[in-house]
């Protein structure tokens, strides 16, 4: 590491920062902007390297803290792992630690498992839940910040592991709700909240609420306050809009195809009830008139014992004729025990006739 001389102005304001670290002022929004705008006057990374080197724990944290911004911007999110792991462990009674980490997740590309997935929503809900009753002591801790950078970091997983997405929805959405909408309520002037809130709807097929939040982000979205990223936020509404619209555009051909095969599977029911039905009634004629016919001319022992044949012969046919329409009805038990008596009928009538 290159020898690095810091100007007076540098020097003090790292000591400024440093102070505020140790009050736990790194938990506030108002450090994470000091040291962001610190962190833009730099030419490079070589003043918050220098400070790793440091002996003063709290002022290594500007330099860890000023690193992980300075790599978020540059989306060199391999290097912000990297100093994630190195340094968490030290730094691990630190509320923010935590919260850097959370917004790793947020912009990381790497594929996780729905282990890994759960322990990043473990994680990230925990320090939200810190960072809430640190604001019992210190009211200026960035509770709207963690919560939603919890609640940022369900949607998106969400929308980024759709085969996870159930189990993640189950387990996590209550509290994604409830932590968005804290968020809101804290800072209700800021407009990425309200987009996240409609991703989060989005998930429970609640699809024009989501639109009308994603819409409402849009219009409060102010290009005089937030002049460096307006066009970008509004790029990323417009582009979750347009995902919820897709979701909601499948979501209903996925119930209209539901409800035609509903509706089809009924049609096919009916139908092969009449269909038996029919079949009943042609059998019951034709037993009548077989009877009528096999009685002429025949003593009554013999009529009886061909009457008791073609009655068992008719049960057979129309128990095989009923399994067939109805191949994969759970009735088979009784279809059997038709059958038996079918055949039992059969055998009856002809020891008669012998």
Known sequence: MKRVTLTQEQQQKINELSKNVANNGDCTRTFEVDLTEFVNSLPDNAVLL???????????????????????????YDDLEQLLDEYEPEFSTFQSIGHLRTLFYLDSEEEYSLEEVQGHLDKASKVAKQYKNMAKQLPNINVAGSQHAFADLFATYCERYESLQSEIVGKWYKQALSAVEEAIRLSPEYAKYYCT???????????????????????????????????????????????????????????????????????????????EILGFFSGIISFIIGSLTLANGQTAKDAAALILILLGALLVVFDCFGFLLHANSKNTLVRIIVLILGVSIVVGGVCVVW
């Open 50 to 76: 220098s400070l790793l080197t440091s002996t003063d724990k709290n002022r290594k944290y500007v330099g860890v803290y000023g690193l992980s911004i300075y790599y978020r911007h540059l989306m060199e």
């Open 197 to 275: 809130k409609g991703r989060i709807l989005s998930q429970m097929h609640d699809y024009d609420t989501a639109l009308n939040y994603v819409q409402k982000a849009i219009r409060l979205e102010s290009p005089t306050a937030n002049k460096n990223n307006y066009s970008l936020r509004i790029l990323q509404y417009q582009s979750h809009k347009v995902n919820i619209q897709a979701r909601y555009q499948i979501y209903e051909l996925n119930t209209q195809q539901a409800k035609i095969n509903e509706d089809i599977s009924h049609m096919k029911g009916t139908l092969l009830s009449n269909i």
